[in-house]
């Protein structure tokens, strides 16, 4: 990375770094790898004039993640012809972009990311990313989405920020910021509103599966929730609890820890490492949300290779990780990102957390998912046999630890594959029971010994 430079006047080395939002989109050439941040620090001005050069460019790469909004440049006629889309992590917009053929996914480990940026990629010829505006020390906050980006500012032969001064300003940490000198253009945006991300109200199903997770946390624990309505849903199950003195070590900072801080359950007073200190990558929700983000003490921004970094989380004890699936099998191998061959999100952060969990003394992983989905008004069970062919195994079966539905929870550490496949059938939905068992004796993974129920 480039050498701060402290002896400059920051305001004159700022106005002379000031450029529009065109002039900025007319660097970008044919052929171009950029890199447009992740989520709520995509940019907004550069994207809508690049958006405006499209017939202009060919083969433009852009690499970024958890997109909350289409990208401008993704809009365009043929969008495909001029642009392809690279996302480290899906959200709903990003596949939409993938399904179309405009793009892929890269398959990433939260925690290897800024290594995978340092080492394994070609170097990137502009990021432009939206930003803190700069304080009176000369340095952009890079906001709530940290998790790799200094190390892709390191592989960028050129940065541009467009400062928005609603971003929140975040604090560290490390590789949370960086310094005008070591900039070389800013774009002042138009200081739109951070994109609101509403949790949706949980489920029955949601809240019974909570109510099971909650029961396995002992006071004292740290917290990760993952993304999605169960994770949201055991925040607020622990909100309305008795437990007390958690802690928050978190890949991602959503809105079901905010309501849990409220309530003054959280304190961090028995956390071995960051004692007293919110742990956490990348955030986005409400607005109080942001606002409580923007320079709170009481966090600490983080990249990947701390907030997900198995060793670290480790050390912490109690460590209780809750994060989503898709389907698990009978071996206990669990999908939390495909359906078949089709990318829905991504692997994320959930191996690192599970891995880590078990590091921690005390420490339980928790993979919670409805027990079925209902498609074209079918009724299909997430617990199987084997997942369904092309599945990509995001947590594998060796380091499963609990698995949870609305019909129980199970821990399925230190077990045969037969007590794996007794202990998963019997939090499956009970209309497809009888098949698994089938299924399971077939696959000599029963015996006449195991419970049918």
């Known amino acids: 990375m ?226 999605g309505g169960m994770p949201n849903a055991v925040g607020r199950v622990i909100a309305q609890s008795d437990l007390k003195d958690l802690g928050v070590h978190t890949e991602l900072y959503v809105d079901a820890l905010l309501e849990i801080t409220k309530t003054g359950k959280v304190n961090g007073r028995q956390k071995s490492i960051d004692r007293g200190l919110q742990i956490y990558g990348f955030a986005f929700g409400s607005e109080d949300l942001y606002r409580f983000i923007d320079n709170n003490p009481e966090l600490a921004a983080y990249p990947g290779d701390y907030t997900n970094e198995p060793y670290i989380i480790g050390q912490l004890d109690n460590f209780m990780s809750i994060n989503n699936a898709l389907e698990v099998d009978l071996f206990g191998q669990v999908s939390s990102e495909s359906d078949g061959t089709r990318q829905i999100s991504g692997n994320g952060g959930q191996a690192d957390f599970v891995m880590g969990a078990y590091r921690s003394k005390g420490g339980k992983s928790f993979i919670c998912l409805s027990s079925t989905y209902d498609k074209d008004g079918e009724l299909h069970s997430r617990i199987n046999p084997i997942l369904k062919p092309g599945s990509i195994v995001t947590s594998n079966r060796t380091t499963t630890h609990y698995v949870v539905t609305e019909f129980g929870i199970v821990n399925v550490k230190g077990k045969s594959t037969w007590e794996r496949a007794e202990a998963l059938i019997s939090i499956a939905n009970p209309i497809f029971r009888d098949q698994l068992i089938k299924d399971a004796a077939d696959m000599k993974i029963w015996t006449k010994t195991s419970k049918a129920n």
């Open 2 to 227: 480039r050498e701060v430079v402290r002896n400059l006047d920051i305001k004159q080395e700022y106005l002379s770094k000031l450029i529009s939002a065109d002039a900025a989109a007319r660097m970008v050439k044919s052929g171009y790898w950029l890199d447009y941040s992740l989520s709520c620090g995509q940019p907004i001005e550069i994207d809508k004039a690049l958006a405006l050069r499209a017939s202009e460019l060919r083969d433009v790469k852009v690499r970024s993640a958890v997109s909350l909004r289409m990208p401008e440049i993704m809009k365009s006629d043929n969008a495909g012809d001029h642009f392809k889309w690279h996302s480290l992590h899906l959200s709903g917009i990003d596949r939409r972009i993938i399904d179309k053929g405009w793009g892929s996914y890269i398959p990433i480990r939260l925690s290897e990311t800024p290594r995978y940026y340092r080492e394994n990629i070609e170097p990137i010829d502009i990021s432009i990313f939206q930003v803190s505006s700069m304080d009176e020390h000369g340095y952009f906050s890079l906001g709530p989405q940290i998790t790799w980006l200094m190390a892709a500012l390191e592989k960028s032969r050129m940065i541009i920020f467009e400062v928005n001064r609603n971003m929140p300003r975040t604090l560290g940490g490390y590789d949370d910021k960086l310094h005008i000198s070591q900039v070389d253009y800013v774009v002042e945006g138009t200081n739109s509103p951070i994109i609101v991300v509403t949790p949706a109200d949980p489920s029955e199903i949601d809240t019974k599966v909570a109510c099971f997770i909650v029961n396995e946390i002992p006071n004292g624990a740290c917290l990760q929730l993952g993304i």
